[in-house]
């Protein structure tokens, strides 16, 4: 499958989420995501954040790890379950603004990749 990203911050982001959703009950978080670079992915964490007016860093609502290989230039989904307790997500279903962030990414040489300023790799949480 051939994706195209455009955007500066797109293109220092070794992977690239592409399409992020909730479903309308809040139970699952469903992920897109593609490797534009030319290292094999061993694992991505993305956070599930909700900005804040007036604050420098997001309200942080859930974390996740997706731990499967991921060669260059492929694209994956993953489905995470929402953590128990955790009623903001549902909010996503209900036209809240939340965003999914890659924040951390480990190649197969377990070498970590991590943004850095504004080099921030998001995208907005959708409703299914």
């Known amino acids: 499958m051939t994706t195209s990203f455009a955007g500066n911050a797109f293109a220092q982001c070794p ?13 699952h978080v469903t992920i897109r995501y593609y490797n534009s670079g030319s290292r094999v992915v061993q694992a991505v964490e993305f956070t599930v954040q909700r900005p804040q007016a007036g604050q420098n860093k997001p309200a942080v609502l859930a974390r996740y790890s997706a731990r499967e290989t ?13 953590p128990a307790g955790n009623s903001d997500l549902s909010e996503a279903a209900q036209a809240v603004t939340l965003e999914v962030e890659v924040t951390r990414v480990v190649f197969a040489d377990q070498s970590t990749w991590r943004p850095s300023g504004k080099n921030a790799c998001k995208i907005p949480l959708s409703a299914r």
Do not use: I, N, W
């Open 15 to 27: 992977v690239q989420p592409s399409h992020a959703s909730v479903d309308p009950d809040g139970k």
């Open 70 to 82: 991921l060669h260059p230039k492929v694209e994956k989904t993953a489905v995470f379950h929402r």
